[in-house]
């Protein structure tokens, strides 16, 4: 598969789209990302199974950049509350790393797509649903948030997300206010990629390149380009999330989730 023009447009477009958001709603970018590159790949007459799984893991890789660009973006908004950082961060990492070199492996790609479009479906309907917790909640304590911190970098780590799907409804459900939830999933974002994307590579060391310039289950050329119009994105994001209401553009997200995850599922019960 080479980089043509077409090719590299099109990586460029889903970069930069996925920095933005990432920045707007302290996402990972991985939701729109994977079915995307998923499709890229397969059009690259990679076996369905692997191309979910170089879709997933090269997603999570694009993170450890965008995480980096967006919550530098946050902090000096003062925005991040770096209590929680510390708090959740040990869990993620062993989540991360148990995800991206145990079980992402072992598990066949058709049910990671089956996984991912049900993650996706669950997190576009709490994105529609926007509950108010009670007011008296509050986030747990330290060995609770280090096992929310396993629980998020774990299914990160299998679904390709940077965990802003699940840590950011966590933090509001727990009364942490919207914008600092954003901006703490930012900095949460660069723990939960970085363990993961070591797993991956661990975990593929000794699989052929399914691809040239794929380095087991990461496709290197894809990372690239998409992690430098996604780094260029993702502050203008950060501030954007602090000059706008983002209900309504959390509304049409999601219903473009759906979507995404409508493909997802198909590919999974498809297996082509």
Same mark, same amino acid.
């Given at each position: 598969?080479?980089?043509?023009?077409?090719?590299?447009?099109q990586?460029?477009?889903?970069?930069?789209?996925?920095?933005?958001?990432?920045?707007?709603l302290?996402?990972?970018?991985?939701?729109?990302m994977? %079915?995307?590159?998923?499709?890229?790949l397969?059009?690259?007459d @990679?076996?369905?199974?692997?191309?979910?799984?170089?879709?997933i893991?090269?997603s999570m890789?694009?993170i450890v950049f965008?995480? #980096?660009?967006?919550v530098?973006?946050?902090h $000096?908004?003062?925005?991040?509350?770096w %209590?929680l @950082?510390r708090?959740?961060?040990?869990?993620? #990492?062993?989540?991360g790393?148990l995800a991206?070199?145990?079980a992402?492996?072992?598990?066949?790609?058709q049910?990671?797509?089956?996984i991912?479009?049900?993650?996706? +479906?669950f +997190?576009?309907t709490?994105?529609?649903?926007?509950l108010?917790?009670?007011?008296?909640? $509050?986030?747990?304590g330290?060995w609770?948030?280090?096992?929310?911190?396993?629980?998020?970098g774990?299914?990160?780590?299998?679904? &390709?997300?940077?965990?802003?799907?699940?840590s950011?409804?966590?933090?509001?459900?727990?009364? @942490?206010?919207i914008h600092n939830a954003?901006a703490?999933?930012?900095?949460l974002g660069f723990?939960?990629?970085?363990?993961?994307t070591?797993?991956?590579?661990?975990?593929g060391?000794n699989?052929?390149a399914?691809?040239?310039?794929? #380095?087991?289950?990461?496709y290197?050329?894809?990372?690239?380009?998409?992690?430098?119009?996604? @780094?260029?994105m993702? %502050?203008i994001g950060a501030?954007?999330a602090h000059?706008m209401d983002?209900?309504?553009?959390?509304r049409v997200f999601?219903?473009?989730?759906y979507?995404?995850?409508a493909y997802?599922?198909?590919?999974?019960?498809? &297996?082509t």
């Amino acid at each position: 598969m080479n980089l043509s023009l077409i090719l590299i447009g099109q990586l460029l477009a889903l970069g930069l789209a996925t920095g933005f958001l990432a920045g707007l709603l302290g996402i990972g970018g991985g939701m729109l990302m994977v %079915p995307f590159l998923t499709l890229i790949l397969s059009h690259a007459d @990679v076996p369905s199974g692997m191309a979910v799984k170089m879709a997933i893991a090269t997603s999570m890789a694009t993170i450890v950049f965008t995480s #980096l660009s967006s919550v530098r973006a946050h902090h $000096q908004r003062g925005a991040v509350r770096w %209590p929680l @950082v510390r708090g959740m961060a040990p869990g993620i #990492l062993a989540g991360g790393l148990l995800a991206g070199a145990g079980a992402f492996s072992l598990i066949k790609g058709q049910a990671l797509a089956l996984i991912f479009g049900l993650f996706v +479906s669950f +997190s576009a309907t709490q994105m529609l649903r926007n509950l108010k917790p009670k007011p008296s909640r $509050q986030m747990p304590g330290t060995w609770g948030q280090a096992g929310a911190g396993t629980g998020i970098g774990f299914l990160s780590g299998l679904v &390709g997300a940077g965990g802003g799907f699940v840590s950011v409804p966590f933090m509001t459900w727990c009364n @942490v206010p919207i914008h600092n939830a954003v901006a703490t999933s930012a900095a949460l974002g660069f723990p939960i990629a970085l363990a993961s994307t070591l797993g991956y590579v661990l975990g593929g060391w000794n699989l052929p390149a399914a691809l040239p310039g794929a #380095l087991g289950y990461l496709y290197l050329p894809a990372l690239a380009v998409i992690a430098l119009a996604s @780094v260029t994105m993702a %502050p203008i994001g950060a501030k954007a999330a602090h000059a706008m209401d983002v209900a309504q553009l959390k509304r049409v997200f999601a219903l473009l989730l759906y979507g995404l995850a409508a493909y997802m599922l198909w590919k999974a019960f498809a &297996g082509t």
